[in-house]
């Protein structure tokens, strides 16, 4: 099934923060969180593999709580070009993931 | 370490025509998975193989859609008949084990 990601959409101006959650109605073994600019590729940001566990790197982090299905993006003091479409997959036990309809972010100067 | 490799980027195909999309994966990946996405949409999934297996195929069409990944060369998704409905972005990615997946850049087929 399907995550849903909220917000759909958020603007910022660069420099202020933004959270974007990830939330499944199955249980997860994993979830991996992405980026993908208009007309480009995705491109993998990290994977959080236990629950509870939390990575970052540069000013970008995630948590993942095993118990409620859920995880969030962190992003800190945003810059241009953290702008694109933000999608969060899901591993629900089948090996292949599910994603989330996406949130685009779009930082302005 | 080159990255995924998808081809063609762009492909134009008129209604019944047969569209072939290749990826190769990265050095020492033997997982390879394909997933389509229309604009403005998250990317779903279709088929997920190792060499010379179909794994998991559940989200490929049954009719006109099938998927390899040879013991050599690129996985191949084959799309027959083509109709305006299979317009989409269909990316390849690669993984080294059951892990993160890297993707390709992707292959733009439009039909006209």
């Known amino acids: 099934q399907q995550p849903v990601q909220s917000p759909q959409a958020v603007i910022l101006r660069e420099g202020e923060d933004a959270v974007i959650n990830c939330s499944s109605s199955?249980?997860?073994?994993?979830v991996h969180w992405y980026r993908q600019k208009h007309g480009e590729a995705p491109v993998f940001l990290m994977i959080?593999?236990?629950?509870?566990e939390q990575k970052g790197h540069d000013k970008i982090s995630a948590s993942f709580n095993e118990k409620k299905q859920q995880s969030s993006l962190y992003l800190t003091a945003s810059q241009l070009s953290y702008s694109g479409t933000y999608f969060c997959?899901?591993?629900?036990?089948?090996?292949?993931?599910?994603f989330g309809q996406g949130t685009r972010l779009t930082i302005n100067p | 370490n080159a990255g995924v490799m998808q081809n063609p980027r762009h492909l134009v195909r008129r209604r019944g025509q047969e569209a072939r999309l290749r990826c190769s994966p990265m050095?020492?990946?033997?997982?390879v998975y394909w997933y389509r996405q229309l604009p403005e949409e998250g990317l779903k999934f279709m088929v997920y193989?190792?060499?010379?297996?179909?794994?998991?195929e559940s989200g490929m069409p049954k009719e006109r859609f099938s998927a390899e990944f040879p013991k050599e060369g690129p996985s191949i998704l084959r799309i027959q008949q083509v109709v305006r409905g299979d317009s989409a972005a269909y990316f390849c990615?690669?993984?080294?084990?059951?892990?993160?997946?890297?993707f390709g850049p992707g292959t733009r087929l439009t039909v006209l």
């Open positions: 990615a690669s993984s080294p084990v059951n892990n993160e997946q890297f």
């Open positions: 199955k249980a997860l073994y994993s």
């Open positions: 959080l593999l236990k629950g509870g």
């Open positions: 997959g899901t591993d629900q036990g089948a090996q292949k993931l599910v």
């Open positions: 050095k020492g990946h033997s997982h």
């Open positions: 193989l190792q060499k010379e297996n179909i794994i998991d």
